[in-house]
């Protein structure tokens, strides 16, 4: 037996009191206030047990979303697994500006490219209950976690398995939003943190510096939007020049690049030229690895 005292004593010694609180919380059902008002309860034995297991795993650099099983995105609790990407802060921005440029009025249709974990569908279809929202994905385990979190959060989105655009045919979109694999295959930081608990498919974009699979699907966009049809990507910090580049002679113009909260390019827009403006000449594209 243990106390909640002692529990987070052992838990904070390892891996800081805050994680310690929120695994405590986990396996015990003990909110944060519980924690400070009752310290010297005891813990079943099963939740000492249990506690123990989940600060090993910590330690050794397992990030607390896949220990818990969720992470909150945009105000609402998210079920994450090992298959799909753990939501960051920073991908709020795209919603904010997705949220920036829709009439609620209306009933866009929004197309999310490797939805992962849904974040970016669930969260655009139920701040616009009006939108048509499409979100695919290559990983049927990652679509599976997608499609649970709809059910749960009560949002009305259709999921696609899909290679990029290769499922949607012919169909075209008012919106497309992606936050797409980015970071460069030899990036050292893949090495460090939670990301090496993370599915590189998720992470390690196409190419030498990570960009590829933001070309694929720049290049891919103007088919499938809308006349004046708008395009959001999260890229990588370096990346803004390149994305930005790569949309305008896409065909796209009205480029620009948002920075994050803590000062970096994150993500770039753009809206799809009248055809008679023309589309400049694209680089070749990096060539999309299987995933």
């Given at each position: 037996?243990?106390?909640?005292?002692?529990?987070?004593?052992?838990?904070?010694?390892?891996?800081g009191?805050?994680?310690a609180?929120?695994?405590?919380?986990?396996?015990?059902?003990?909110a944060?206030?519980?924690?400070?008002?009752?310290?010297?309860r005891?813990l079943?034995?099963?939740?000492?047990?249990?506690?123990?297991?989940l600060?090993?795993?910590?330690?050794?650099?397992?990030?607390?979303?896949?220990?818990?099983?969720?992470?909150?995105?945009?105000?609402?609790?998210f079920?994450?697994?090992p298959?799909?990407l753990i939501?960051r802060?920073e991908?709020?921005?795209?919603?904010?500006?997705a949220?920036?440029?829709?009439?609620?009025?209306?009933?866009?249709?929004?197309?999310?490219?490797?939805?992962?974990?849904?974040?970016?569908?669930?969260?655009?279809?139920?701040?616009?209950?009006?939108?048509?929202?499409?979100?695919?994905?290559?990983?049927?385990?990652a679509?599976?976690?997608?499609?649970?979190?709809?059910?749960?959060?009560?949002?009305?989105?259709?999921?696609?398995?899909?290679?990029?655009?290769?499922?949607?045919?012919?169909q075209?979109?008012?919106?497309?939003?992606a936050?797409?694999?980015?970071v460069?295959?030899?990036?050292?930081?893949?090495e460090?943190?939670?990301?090496?608990?993370?599915?590189?498919?998720?992470?390690?974009?196409?190419g030498?510096?990570?960009?590829?699979?933001?070309q694929?699907?720049i290049?891919?966009?103007?088919?499938?939007?809308c006349?004046?049809?708008?395009?959001?990507?999260?890229?990588?910090?370096?990346?803004?020049a390149a994305?930005?580049?790569?949309?305008?002679?896409?065909?796209?113009?009205?480029?620009?690049?948002?920075?994050?909260?803590?000062g970096?390019?994150?993500?770039?827009?753009?809206?799809?030229?009248?055809?008679?403006?023309?589309?400049?000449?694209?680089?070749?594209?990096?060539?999309?690895?299987?995933?």
């Amino acid at each position: 037996m243990s106390s909640i005292r002692h529990a987070l004593r052992f838990g904070g010694e390892r891996i800081g009191a805050v994680d310690a609180r929120v695994l405590l919380q986990h396996v015990a059902g003990l909110a944060h206030a519980q924690q400070v008002a009752f310290p010297e309860r005891e813990l079943e034995p099963q939740a000492w047990q249990s506690f123990q297991s989940l600060v090993a795993r910590r330690s050794a650099g397992e990030p607390v979303a896949y220990l818990i099983g969720w992470r909150e995105f945009y105000g609402r609790r998210f079920t994450i697994t090992p298959d799909v990407l753990i939501p960051r802060p920073e991908t709020e921005l795209l919603v904010d500006l997705a949220l920036a440029e829709s009439d609620l009025a209306t009933a866009p249709r929004i197309l999310d490219l490797g939805t992962g974990s849904g974040i970016l569908a669930i969260t655009l279809a139920l701040q616009l209950p009006r939108a048509d929202v499409i979100a695919t994905d290559l990983s049927p385990t990652a679509l599976a976690v997608a499609h649970d979190n709809a059910g749960v959060l009560g949002a009305r989105v259709r999921f696609i398995e899909s290679d990029w655009y290769a499922a949607l045919g012919s169909q075209r979109f008012d919106l497309i939003v992606a936050n797409p694999p980015y970071v460069a295959p030899l990036d050292p930081h893949l090495e460090r943190g939670d990301l090496r608990f993370e599915p590189p498919g998720a992470l390690v974009g196409n190419g030498p510096t990570g960009d590829g699979d933001l070309q694929t699907i720049i290049r891919g966009a103007p088919v499938h939007l809308c006349p004046r049809g708008k395009l959001f990507v999260e890229h990588g910090w370096n990346q803004g020049a390149a994305v930005r580049m790569h949309m305008e002679y896409a065909g796209f113009d009205t480029v620009r690049t948002v920075q994050d909260l803590g000062g970096n390019e994150r993500v770039t827009t753009g809206a799809l030229a009248d055809r008679e403006r023309g589309r400049k000449t694209a680089p070749r594209p990096e060539s999309r690895a299987p995933q």
